[in-house]
């Protein structure tokens, strides 16, 4: 008797629910499907001889179900398994998700062409190899899918995995190892690279070498571009490859020479900067490079905003953003935001959102170095200085960026500290001093406008700007990168992806509108009115709200 979809859903519930419970139990699950389907003759060469195994099987109940199920419908349960739960598994993470799956499938153009030798750089648990084994159109059946894998579960998994969705027209070679130290000499048409989240240290043996040969390997070794350097030195005259990035691979100093050489040869088809959360155990930004042959021209999309809203009431706690994969393919292959390869090359930083924001020119703008002295102050945080606070004034204090809010510096509050060394004095405010801070997306700015009792250290490697003040009025600075303008100068050189930073020597290079000081103390002054007005009224709305709570104390309660 044929299953409805009432009890396929309930098996596939009860299969969810124990890999969920238990880490194991999705290999167990994938092992007997892959036993079954042995048995049935519908896998005739199995990759795995499960009979020198000694396997462990599911519940009898499931087992008699799962014989009852179609080569289909164990076919769909086996993608449940892997993608609902791939993430988990064998205490390792993948980096891959069903939608990063079939929009690198279809960024490969996969789906328009077939016989074509594919390369999947770390495979993981083989679930891009099923997508592309799965291709329900004729003319798309590749001709070899090469997988590469250094955890040797998930290549035994994505080896079950293959022989499972084969087909009989695409040959399937997994191997278990380190390219880097193996002979890795695979010629691809198209390929995956989905290189590893984490830093893979290098030692000597295995940096030999790179596609160019001015590029020594140890300057992208602990990068994306190592893995992508190994695939593209066995590319075919007209490859096709997607690989998925951190951001520091688009500007990071130390890989500026081999991004110059990939540009320059043409290979650097795109980047599509993805939105956050696009994997389920990390926000860090991602990003999709799309390489090819004889490109003219380098395309930018910002798709972090195409997403389907889930309209679910908890849809702001999901795991991973629903991407919107029409839109993305559709804003891509018709993009208009492009660089040739020239003005390409002068990009210090590749992320798509900083090159396509819409930059208003400032007029008479002049370098921040010319008009301010700007460093950086001590990099000690308040944990360097535990066991010398003191209630008392004790001659030195110490600014975080706590003590500075949106609109001043909150110098009543200021952590004392007994201590007599003078190293730091060099990183002590002054007055008429602006503090920048420096380790944070929102970026605080603070206009010392008072006079120092004591000796105010400035920690967390904030950054000082100390202007001539002949030239630059310090609070009209601080109107300034508070602006729409100012903003968008440091977004422009902050840098970073969990820990966003800046830096002195990037922020002494922004230009800042001049103006006559004149002018610029007409704004200063106008700006301090307006913030003692809205302090007031802040101290007044906060006296209201006690008296509001205190109402119910006039009532007399037994």
């Known amino acids: 008797m044929p299953y409805t979809n009432e009890n396929y859903n309930n098996i596939k519930n ?33 990759k795995i001889d499960l009979e020198s195994i000694e396997l462990k099987s599911v519940p009898e109940t499931l087992s008699n179900s799962l014989s009852d199920l179609s080569v ?28 990063l799956n079939e929009l690198t499938y279809r960024l490969l153009e996969l789906d328009k062409s077939g016989d074509n030798e594919v390369l999947d750089l770390c495979t993981e648990s083989g679930t891009f190899i099923a997508r592309v084994l799965d291709s329900g159109a004729s003319d798309c059946v590749q001709k070899t899918i090469y997988g590469r894998e250094i955890n040797n579960k998930f290549a035994y998994i994505a080896k079950l995995v293959s022989d499972i969705f084969g087909n009989d027209f695409t040959k399937v070679d997994i191997s278990n190892g380190d390219i880097f130290k193996e002979n890795f000499a695979v010629k691809f048409d198209k390929a995956r690279i989905f290189i590893p989240l984490i830093t893979r240290v290098f030692i000597d043996e295995e940096s030999s070498s790179s596609m160019f040969n001015d590029v020594p390997f140890r300057t992208i070794a602990n990068s994306g571009w190592a893995f992508i350097d190994k695939a593209l030195s066995n590319k075919k005259d007209n490859f096709r490859a997607v690989a998925m990035v951190l951001g520091k691979n688009l500007w990071e100093n130390q890989t500026s020479l081999y991004r110059k050489h990939i540009i320059e040869n043409g290979y650097l088809e795109g980047i599509i900067e993805l939105p956050t959360k696009v994997l389920p155990y990390t926000g860090v930004q991602l990003f999709l490079l799309v390489l090819s042959n004889n490109n003219k021209e380098v395309k930018f999309l910002d798709a972090s ?10 849809s702001e706690r999901e795991i991973v953003v629903t991407l919107d994969i029409g839109s993305i393919l559709d804003a891509y292959f018709d993009c208009k935001n492009t660089k040739t390869i020239n003005e390409t090359l002068e990009l210090k930083n590749l992320t798509p959102s900083l090159v396509t924001a819409k930059k208003r020119e400032i007029k008479n703008g002049i370098r921040l170095s010319d008009l301010a002295e700007v460093f950086t102050g001590n990099q000690y945080t308040l944990k360097n200085f535990e066991g ?26 200021l ?60 609070t009209y600075l601080k109107v300034f990168l508070d602006s729409e303008f100012g903003q968008q100068s440091i977004k422009a050189i902050q840098k970073g992806t969990v820990i966003i930073t800046l830096n002195a020597k990037d922020l002494s290079e922004i230009k800042i509108p001049f103006v006559e000081i004149e ?33 119910f104390d006039e009532v007399e309660v037994e």
Do not use: W
């Not at 500290?417 to 002590?428: A, M, V």
């Not at 009792?453 to 700007?465: D, H, L, R, S």
């Open 305 to 314: 905003s195409l997403t389907i809203k889930n309209k679910n009431r908890f």
């Open 415 to 474: 952590i004392h500290i007994n201590y007599e060394d003078t190293k730091f004095d060099k990183y002590c405010i002054k007055y008429g001093d602006v503090i920048v801070t420096s380790k944070s997306s929102k970026v605080k700015v603070g206009v010392v406008d008072f006079e120092p009792k004591e000796k105010i250290i400035v920690t967390g490697g904030m950054i000082i700007v100390r202007p001539d003040i002949t030239k630059l009025n310090p």
């Open 14 to 46: 009860i299969v969810l629910q124990q890999s969920m419970m238990n880490s194991d139990y999705a290999q167990t699950f994938i092992e007997n499907v892959y036993s079954l389907l042995v048995s049935r003759n519908i896998i005739k060469n199995p």
């Open 388 to 413: 010398m606070i003191s209630e008392d004034e004790t001659g030195y204090s110490i600014l975080r960026s706590n003590d500075i809010d949106n609109y001043i510096i909150n110098s009543n509050n």
């Open 519 to 551: 002018k610029q103390e007409s704004i200063s002054n106008q700006y301090q009115r307006k913030v003692a007005s809205l302090l007031a009224l802040r101290n007044e709305a906060s006296e209201i709200e006690k008296q509001i709570l205190s109402l």
């Open 72 to 99: 289909d419908e164990l076919k769909q349960m086996v993608r449940e398994v892997l993608y609902q739960n791939s993430y988990r598994r064998y205490g390792a993470r993948e980096h891959t998700t069903p939608q």
